[in-house]
C-alpha cells in the first residue's frame, strides 16, 4: 500500500491504521479489498471525511495507491510540509510526518 500526502494546515492531526486491506482513518473504517487489480475508486465514492485527496487506485500487480491530505499544524517541520510517500507492508498504527513541534520559547530575560 502506497499512500502519497498532501499536506494541508488543519486544526487536528490525523491518525492512520492499516489492517489488512482496511484503512482507519481517523477511527472511520474503509475497506478496499473490493477494487480489484487495475481499477480506481473515484474520490466521489468514497466517504466525505475531508482527507482524501484523489482517488485509490489498485495497479494490476495489486498494490494500492492511495491519496489523503496530511493535516499540520503552526510550527510544523520541513519533513511534514514536504513528505515524501508511505509504502506500508504492515498491519497497525501507520507513522506519519509530526503535526507540529512546540513554538520555541522566548527568552525572557536576554543578556
Do not use: C, W
Not at 489492517?19 to 481499477?39: F, H, T
Not at 495497479?59 to 520541513?78: C, Q, S, V, W, Y
Request: without cysteine; negative net charge; hydrophobic residues 35%.
Amino acid at each position: 500500500m502506497k499512500i502519497i500526502l498532501k499536506p494541508q494546515r488543519k486544526a487536528a492531526p490525523m491518525t492512520l491504521e492499516k489492517q489488512g486491506e482496511k484503512l482507519i482513518i481517523n477511527g472511520e473504517e474503509l475497506d478496499l479489498s473490493g477494487i480489484p487489480n487495475g481499477a480506481t475508486l473515484e474520490k466521489r465514492h468514497l466517504p466525505d471525511i475531508g482527507l482524501f485527496a484523489g482517488d485509490i487506485e489498485r495497479d494490476n500487480a495489486g498494490e494500492l495507491t492511495i491519496r489523503l491530505i496530511l493535516p499540520f499544524g503552526k510550527n510544523a517541520p520541513h519533513e511534514t510540509r514536504f513528505p515524501e510517500p508511505i509504502t506500508v507492508t504492515a498491519d497497525g498504527p501507520v507513522t506519519l510526518p509530526v503535526y507540529g513541534t512546540p513554538p520555541e520559547e522566548e527568552d525572557d530575560n536576554p543578556a
